[in-house]
């Protein structure tokens, strides 16, 4: 197999330091992928609240200037939502 070609590389490690190293980086890049995975549902759930807010205060700019035509209007663009 694979571990044979090994010593080459790591000549003091032997086949079972090599499967314990590659469990370890293993385990390592599986926590590190779950880590990227939090960070992107926490982005999104941020992505989201912002987008909230943006909304309601849109509809309150809307609100202040609707005898301007609301927010749309004055910064002149078609659909702003």
């Not at 982005?43 to 927010?71: F, H, K, P």
Request: charged share 10%; net charge negative; glycine share 6%.
């Amino acid at each position: 197999g694979h571990l044979h070609s090994t010593p080459l590389f790591f000549p003091w490690l032997g086949a079972s330091e090599l499967e314990k190293v590659l469990v370890n980086v293993s385990v390592a890049i599986e926590i590190f992928g779950y880590n990227i995975a939090d960070a992107i549902m926490a982005l999104q759930e941020e992505v989201s609240q912002l987008s909230r807010i943006t909304l309601r205060n849109i509809m309150a700019l809307d609100t202040l200037l609707a005898s301007q035509g609301g927010v749309c209007t004055i910064i002149n663009t078609s659909c702003c939502m």
